[in-house]
C-alpha cells in the first residue's frame, strides 16, 4: 500500500507541492531509499526519521521502504521533508482513519521527536493555501509567520506526541490567528530621527523628495558632514509597510532563514560592508539565496563609501535598478527575487575626501580625483535620480536645535504626497511611487505646462540628458508637484529636479 503525504519545495519565494510518496517490500534486510533528486540533507533524513520515531514510540513499516519526492525532477534540499516522510512511513494506530489529502507538513525532526523551526514556511504555507489545502502543519516557532498566508488554517506543532494526539482527535491544536494590529495603524516607532541632523536643509529636503517618490539618490560630501545619519533615517519619514509590502518582504526573509517571529512591520534597511560579493550583493550561491537588494525590498539600500565597492558589484546593480526584480541562473534551476528598493549611495568627493571644501585644502592630483570619481559609471549614475552635495556642518548649526524637524512631521508631508499621487490612480491597488511609473503612466500622470516643457527642452540639451535621464527628472518633478499639492509640473518643478540632477557636470565632466 503506498502512502502520500503533501508536503511544499520552495523555488525562489514561491512554492510547489511535494508529494511524498511511500511504500514497501518485505525483505530480511531493511533499509530505506529516499528518491527523487534530493539533497544531503533529505538523505539523512533516514536517520533523524528512525531515531524520532524509536523515542515517541511510533512503529515503521518494514522491509525495504522507498520514499518517493515528487516530482522528481525537481531538485529537493533541506530538512523540511522529516515530517511529511515519517507520517507517511508511519504505520500507528492513530493514523489509520487520517485523511491526509487536504493537508501539507513541514518540519525538521530532532532525535528525540521534537519540530525544529525551518526556512521559508511563510512562502511554503502561501503556496499550500493556493493549492487549495485548507491545513497546514509547521514547526511551532514557525507558526506566526505562517498564519500571515490567511485562508488555510496553521497548526504550530512542538513535537510528534502532539501532532498524534490532534490527528486522532486526542487533543485537538488551537490554529494560529494572524495578528493584524499592526497594519491597520498608521503609527511607526524608529529608533532614529530626523532631528538629530544638524543643518543640512538642502539634503534633509532631497531625502524628502526621495522618500515621497521611492527615488533613487547620491549624497556627496566630506567626511563627518552627516551623509550616513540623514541616510540611515530615511526608513523613519517612509510611510509604514502595508500588508501585502511586509508579506513580500517577509517571504524573503524567512527563506532567507532571517525572519523571527512574526511579520516584518518596519521597511527593512540593509547596510552592506563595501567588500561584499557579487552574490552576496544580488543573491546567488550553489543553492540561490536572496542577496542584499532583495532583503531591502520595499525599503532602502544604503552603500556608503560607494566607489569603494567593487566594479562588478556595481554594475551588477543597474539591471535590478530597472526591473526591480532579480533572476539567479544556475545549472539546477533558476530563481527570481523581487528587488524593488531605494538605493542610497554616499561617497567622498575625491580620495582624501576634501575636495570642495571651503576651509580644507584637497591634496588629491586631478588625475587622482577623475580617476576615484570616475569608478561611478555613466550608465549607473544615469539611473540614480538625485544628487546632492552634503557640505560641512556650521558650527552654529551644529549647536542648535533651531529648525529641526522631526522624522513625524517630514513623514507627515510625505505621506501627504503619496496619498495626492495616489488619487492619479484611482485604487490603492493600481498605486505606484513616481519612481516606477511606466512610459505610459508618465505620458498620463507627468503633465507639463507650457513654461515648464520650455525649460525642460532646454535642459535636455544642455545637460545632455538621455531618454532614461529625461524620464528620470519628470518622476522627480512629478514628485515635487505632489509635494507642493500641485496637479501640474509647473516651470519650478523642472527647475527643482534640474538642480537635484546636475551634480555629474560639477564632478563628472571631464570624463
Known amino acids: 500500500m503506498i502512502t502520500v503525504v503533501n508536503s511544499v519545495a520552495l523555488s525562489g519565494i514561491d512554492g510547489i507541492i511535494v508529494s511524498v510518496e511511500a511504500g514497501a517490500t518485505s525483505s530480511p534486510h531493511p533499509r530505506l531509499d529516499i528518491i527523487g533528486l534530493p539533497d544531503a540533507a533529505v538523505k539523512e533524513a533516514s536517520g533523524r526519521v528512525g531515531a524520532a520515531a524509536r523515542s515517541c514510540g511510533i512503529e515503521l513499516k518494514k522491509g525495504v521502504l522507498t520514499v518517493n519526492l515528487a516530482p522528481a525532477d ?62 497546514i502543519y509547521v514547526p511551532a516557532a514557525n507558526a506566526e509567520e505562517s498564519s500571515a498566508a490567511e485562508g488555510i488554517n496553521v497548526f504550530g506543532v512542538t513535537d510528534l506526541h502532539q501532532l498524534l494526539d490532534h490527528l486522532s482527535g486526542v487533543k485537538p491544536i488551537i490554529p494560529t490567528a494572524f495578528d493584524r494590529a499592526p497594519f491597520e495603524s498608521a503609527s511607526l516607532e524608529y529608533p532614529l530621527d530626523f532631528r538629530d541632523v544638524k543643518g543640512q536643509q538642502t539634503a534633509k529636503y532631497a531625502a524628502e523628495i526621495a522618500a515621497a517618490g521611492s527615488h533613487n539618490m547620491l549624497l556627496i560630501g566630506p567626511p563627518g558632514s552627516g551623509k550616513s545619519m540623514i ?3 530615511l526608513p523613519s519619514i517612509l510611510p509604514p509597510l502595508t500588508l501585502r509590502e511586509a508579506i513580500e518582504c517577509s517571504k524573503i526573509y524567512s527563506v532567507a532563514g532571517l525572519l523571527t517571529g512574526g511579520l516584518i512591520t518596519t521597511r527593512p534597511f540593509r547596510s552592506p560592508h563595501h567588500s561584499v560579493s557579487d552574490s552576496a550583493l544580488v543573491g546567488g550561491g550553489s543553492n540561490p539565496r536572496p542577496g542584499e537588494i532583495s532583503l531591502a525590498d ?5 552603500l556608503d563609501e ?4 567593487g566594479k562588478s558589484a556595481r554594475e551588477a546593480l543597474r539591471q535590478p535598478l530597472e526591473t526591480r526584480s532579480v533572476t539567479v541562473s544556475r545549472v539546477n534551476r533558476t530563481v527570481t527575487y523581487p528587488a524593488s528598493f531605494m538605493m542610497v549611495c554616499a561617497m567622498n568627493p575625491c580620495r582624501c575626501g576634501y575636495f570642495g571644501h571651503p576651509t580644507r585644502e584637497c591634496t588629491c592630483s586631478p588625475s587622482s580625483r577623475h580617476e576615484y570619481i570616475s569608478r561611478i559609471s555613466g550608465p549607473l549614475l544615469d539611473r540614480i535620480d538625485i544628487q546632492t552635495e552634503v557640505p560641512p556642518v556650521d558650527y552654529r548649526d551644529l549647536h542648535t536645535d533651531a529648525g529641526a ?32 511609473l ?20 532646454k535642459a535636455y540639451s544642455i545637460m545632455s540628458l538621455s531618454a532614461r535621464g529625461h524620464d528620470r527628472l519628470l518622476k522627480v518633478a512629478r514628485t515635487i508637484a505632489d509635494l507642493n499639492g500641485s496637479e501640474w509640473i509647473d516651470k519650478q518643478h523642472i527647475a527643482q529636479a534640474i538642480q537635484l540632477r546636475s551634480l555629474d557636470r560639477k564632478y563628472w565632466s571631464q570624463r
Open 74 to 135: 525537481f531538485r529537493k534540499e533541506g530538512s523540511v521533508y522529516d515530517l511529511p516522510i515519517l507520517l507517511s512511513l508511519a504505520e500507528d494506530s492513530r493514523l489509520k482513519l487520517c485523511d491526509f489529502s487536504k493537508r501539507c507538513f513541514i518540519g525538521e525532526l530532532s532525535l528525540r521527536g521534537e519540530l525544529r523551526p525551518v526556512s521559508g514556511c511563510l512562502p511554503m504555507a502561501v503556496t499550500a493555501r493556493d493549492r487549495g489545502f485548507r491545513e
Open 231 to 233: 541616510a540611515s533615517r
Open 298 to 302: 520595499n525599503g532602502v539600500l544604503f
Open 306 to 309: 560607494f566607489t569603494e565597492f
Open 405 to 436: 524637524e522631526s522624522s513625524a512631521v517630514i513623514r507627515g508631508r510625505v505621506m501627504a504626497a503619496r496619498e495626492f499621487a495616489a488619487k492619479r490612480f484611482g485604487s490603492a491597488d493600481e498605486f505606484v511611487p513616481n519612481a516606477l
Open 438 to 457: 511606466s512610459p505610459s503612466q508618465i505620458k498620463a500622470h507627468c503633465v507639463l505646462t507650457p513654461a515648464a516643457e520650455a525649460l525642460l527642452e
